[in-house]
């Protein structure tokens, strides 16, 4: 059974850093994509950033420039975050995508205030 857990939340000052990642257990056989995602309060649940197994990333209008996703090793992604800004505070979810299914983790909250 696959789980993906997260780490590194917490709070920032705007304009600080934090740095998330998420490792996954199980059979990653059939993984395909790893992705962060991201709910504020009354909001949507909307995509961060993603990363395919073959590098490729995808980013957030709203986080290009600032965010970088990497694949650190077959298990792991992190999101590096730069310049947070106070509307960057939300529950931060991992995803991983696989071929016939996709699994989440539980969240890390980050919260950006002075």
């Known amino acids: 059974q696959v789980q993906l857990v997260e780490s590194g939340g917490g709070s920032a000052q705007p304009g600080g850093s934090l740095r998330l990642s998420c490792s996954v257990s199980?059979?990653?056989?059939?993984?395909?994509?790893m992705g962060w995602y991201r709910q504020a309060p009354g909001k949507q649940r909307e995509l961060v950033a993603s990363?395919?197994?073959?590098?490729?990333t995808n980013y957030a209008d709203s986080v290009k420039g600032r965010f970088t996703i990497a694949r650190d090793n077959t298990r792991q992604v992190s999101l590096q975050m730069n310049n947070l800004k106070p509307e960057d505070s939300a529950v931060y979810y991992c995803?991983?995508?696989?071929?016939?299914?996709?699994?989440w983790g539980q969240g890390t909250q980050v919260t950006v205030s002075s």
């Open positions: 199980g059979s990653i056989f059939s993984l395909r994509a």
């Open positions: 990363i395919t197994i073959g590098g490729m």
């Open positions: 995803k991983a995508n696989f071929i016939a299914r996709e699994s």
